[in-house]
């Protein structure tokens, strides 16, 4: 886990944003239909047949198993279908056929959610199934990575705390070259809590977004591991992703694995993997669709 000790020095660097430049559209016409046309290198959607159980077992979870989550449980215990959250735009488009194949998938956290010994954090992380720590495929040439999310109002964030969603980190644990975030974040004090943040390897934000309350919020981000840069695109509901950012530079070296779900920092300590306050009777969730890494190989974005 990288810990980020300099992050109240980094606070007070700002970094200029470029304006965003459009990628191919790799034949999709903007209608309202999300297809996916770029190759799909990992497939996090959730078919809809698929049963909570399923994700205990290598050979029918989309994920891996065994991480990253609390001790003695399993993701059966963790994962949750919301049936009144609607289907996210990539979900309800799939590949060729225009009806909803996919469904939502919510990550829950609670008291038990205690990954090892890391008694500071509370955490369900999943990793997609053949994305090794080395070597993995979505860590070389050019990757993008999709989620859509939307808020359970039933298990909200405290966004007192600092949550890490979306993210991925390096092969030796020593950084993640970016994070998805919201919250507060330890030692950036300027920063709203009440916005997605995408942050950097230097945990630098460079894009950020409000929340919404009710609708699916769609993101992509496309890091290209050759030129070392990280490109963000956004859009609302069921609308086409735009991309927000240019192709900033970001230090994508280290190889690793990605991770999505929750993490969940403490507060009132400057070791938070291992002590600090967490509140009791955690039940807290985020909804996720959507979920998908392309080849972005020659600039090919599904939008
Ligand atoms: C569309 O879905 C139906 C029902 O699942 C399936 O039989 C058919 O093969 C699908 N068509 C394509 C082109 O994927
Ligand atoms: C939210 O987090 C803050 C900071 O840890 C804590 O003081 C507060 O009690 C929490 N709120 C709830 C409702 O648990």
Redesign the pocket.
């Given at each position: 886990m990288a810990i980020r000790t300099i992050s109240a020095l980094l606070a007070l660097l700002t970094i200029a944003s470029a304006s965003p430049r459009q990628p191919r559209s790799c034949g999709h016409t903007g209608a309202t239909t999300a297809e996916i046309k770029c190759p799909i290198i990992f497939d996090g959607r959730i078919k809809s047949a698929l049963t909570a159980t399923d994700f205990d077992s290598s050979s029918t979870s989309p994920f891996n198993p065994d991480y990253v989550k609390g001790q003695g449980l399993k993701w059966s215990d963790i994962i949750l279908f919301p049936t009144d959250a609607g289907t996210s735009r990539f979900d309800s488009a799939g590949d060729a056929n225009a009806t909803a194949e996919y469904k939502p998938l919510e990550v829950t956290i609670s008291d038990k959610s205690i990954f090892q010994n890391q008694n500071g954090f509370r955490r369900a992380g999943l990793q997609f199934q053949g994305d090794s720590n080395n070597d993995s495929p979505a860590v070389k040439g050019v990757k993008t990575i999709h989620f859509s999310v939307k808020l359970d109002p039933t298990r909200p964030f405290?966004l007192?705390?600092e949550y890490l969603n979306v993210w991925h980190e390096a092969a030796d644990y020593s950084a993640n070259q970016f994070n998805f975030q919201t919250g507060t974040i330890i030692g950036q004090t300027g920063l709203p809590k009440d916005t997605w943040k995408v942050l950097n390897r230097q945990n630098r934000q460079i894009w950020s977004t409000p929340i919404e309350r009710s609708d699916w919020q769609n993101f992509a981000i496309t890091l290209d591991f050759d030129k070392n840069t990280l490109q963000v695109y956004y859009s609302k509901g069921n609308d086409p992703l735009k991309s927000v950012t240019s192709a900033v530079a970001n230090d994508n070296s280290g190889a690793g694995q990605y991770q999505v779900g929750i993490l969940k920092k403490p507060?009132?300590t400057s070791d938070v993997v291992n002590s600090g306050?967490q509140?009791r009777y955690l039940n807290e969730g985020l909804i996720y669709g959507g979920l998908f890494i392309e080849n972005s190989n020659g600039g090919c974005v599904s939008l």
């Open positions: 405290n007192s705390h507060t009132g306050f509140e």
